[in-house]
Nanobody, 124 residues
Framework: EVQLVESGGGLVQAGGSLRLSCAAS????????IGWFRQAPGKEREGVSC????????YYADSVKGRFTISSDNAKNTVYLQMNSLKPEDTAVYYC?????????????????WGQGTQVTVSS
């Protein structure tokens, strides 16, 4: 059974940091790209970052470049999203997703499996 389990969300003040984790199981981790998406109330799901488990290449949305860092621990089948200098506009439910052969990392339909999401709230 494929599972993606996010953790690490919470409430933080603006300027603070959080580290999200995405623990994967049930598929060959090295074959997949892992993406982080977020969705705020009333808004479309937005691709935030992505990492290829095979070669480590990364993608970041312009809105998070320089503040967020994605990394992968292939031995633990886990991807992390370190979020620094958080802003109120980063408030959303954050999801991780796994896809094989991902071409456009910010498009949700490129991904096959999704986690249940973790809430991130940044207060001003």
């Amino acid at each position: 059974e494929v599972q993606l389990v996010e953790s690490g969300g919470g409430l933080v003040q603006a300027g603070g940091s959080l580290r999200l984790s995405c623990a994967a199981s049930g598929f060959t981790f090295d074959d997949y790209a892992i993406g982080w998406f977020r969705q705020a109330p009333g808004k479309e799901r937005e691709g935030v970052s992505c990492i290829s488990s095979s070669d480590g290449s990364t993608y970041y949305a312009d809105s998070v470049k320089g503040r967020f860092t994605i990394s992968s621990d292939n031995a633990k089948n886990t991807v992390y999203l370190q979020m620094n200098s958080l802003k109120p506009e980063d408030t959303a439910v954050y999801y991780c997703a796994a896809g094989i052969g991902v071409v456009v990392p910010y498009r949700p339909y490129e991904y096959d499996y999704w986690g249940q999401g973790t809430q991130v709230t940044v207060s001003s």
